[in-house]
């Protein structure tokens, strides 16, 4: 029998660049184990529009922005009952987003200071997930997903900038070790079709959090 996911607390937290398919991710892994999602506010930030057209001028902003929402969404995660999913976790905003654009020169130093307090504060209020999944992908599938997805401040990104961010996520999953890591070739990766593909991903999870998931059956 499949244990009930609300009498256990655990927590996914799904990484990965832009286009990598981490709400996808989190969809499939709500649809298939009753997991409880929990969705990066990407639309909700007032600077983002922006941002995107003057990265040095809202760049503070925009990152201090997602800093505390994302500090909010992890205090309503370690809250929640049950097992819970995070499409892109508060690290990756620190250490992969705002750390690329204070590389760039967007960010200065005061305000970067200022910002990595924040951060340094943050870390010792929320625990870390259970398991790390980060989604890895090449830049043309980056590109060709941002492309797809259709959101239209994304078409104009840089395509040096998601080369940094690509760079910062590999040198920050290496260096992860606050939880178990599943690392994800996402290129070629079809678990919503597919049904072998689906059947490995669900399995490299189970192998990993064990007690939390049953294997459904399916429709």
């Known amino acids: 029998m499949t244990p009930e996911p609300k009498n256990i607390k655990r927590s996914i937290a799904i990484a990965g660049n832009m286009g990598a398919g981490k709400s996808t991710l989190v969809d499939f892994l709500s649809r298939t184990y ?23 001028r809202w760049s503070f902003h925009s990152q201090l922005y997602f800093l505390s929402n994302k500090f909010r969404l992890h205090l309503e995660l370690d809250r929640a009952p049950g097992v819970v999913a995070l499409d892109r976790t508060i690290f990756e905003d620190a250490e992969i987003f705002a750390t690329a654009l204070h590389d760039m ?7 970067w200071a200022t910002y990595w307090g924040f951060y340094q504060s943050i870390l010792d209020a929320i625990r870390p997930p259970d398991l790390m999944i980060y989604l890895r992908c090449s830049m043309r599938t980056l590109r060709k997903r941002i492309k797809l997805r259709g959101r239209e401040m994304e078409q104009d990104v840089p395509l040096a900038y998601l080369k940094r961010l690509d760079s910062l996520y590999e040198k920050w999953i ?31 999870i189970e192998a990993v959090l064990p007690a939390e998931f049953g294997r459904p059956g399916f429709s």
Request: proline share 7%.
């Open 105 to 111: 020169k967007h960010m200065d130093n005061r305000d």
């Open 174 to 204: 290496a260096s992860y070790d606050m939880s178990d890591v599943l690392i994800l070739e996402t290129d070629n990766l079809d678990y919503i079709h597919d049904l072998v593909h689906r059947l490995d991903v669900m399995k490299r």
């Open 34 to 56: 009753g997991v409880l999602p929990f969705y990066e506010p990407n639309e909700d930030n007032p600077y983002l529009p922006d941002f995107y057209k003057d990265m040095k």
